[in-house]
């Protein structure tokens, strides 16, 4: 039910990209809870894409140390449109903190890591995501 209204496809359409990603490894079905899950496909292809970042591999240790050095929590985040997803992340060891797990995305205007990657966008990428007059305003007081 959730499905139908939250992409506004008909109950035959949705029936059958369900039983299409079903088939292909994309979700998983439990029909006792009338819930789906995302199924081993999505997890292998996050795995291939993991293996080869080679970036992926290189930031791990540097966010380890970070977070056992300051006891703050370390993400690796990147740009996608107007989201930012989170590529690494290291706990820090602080018994509070917030729960933020690899492959969420969040807004970019949200959270510092947001918003150090506004600070080193382009002026045409600022201008796409605010007005003109907040963009002029923020140059100009730099």
Known sequence: ???????????????????????????????????FSIGPKL???????????LMLSLV??????????TG????L????GFER????REDGTHAIRHAISEGQRMDLHAGAAGKVILAFS????LKSFWPEPVCQNARTRR
């Open 60 to 69: 791990r240790p540097v966010l380890r140390d970070i977070a056992l050095k």
């Open 1 to 35: 039910m959730e499905l139908l209204h939250a992409t506004g496809f008909t109950r035959n359409r949705v029936m059958r990209l369900t039983g299409t990603l079903r088939h292909r490894g994309y979700l998983m079905a439990d029909p006792a809870a009338g819930v």
């Open 85 to 88: 997803v989170v590529l690494a």
């Open 122 to 125: 382009t002026p045409e990428m």
């Open 43 to 53: 997890f292998a292809l996050g795995k291939v894409f993991e293996r080869n970042r």
């Open 77 to 80: 985040c990147v740009r996608d």
């Open 72 to 75: 703050e929590s370390a993400s």
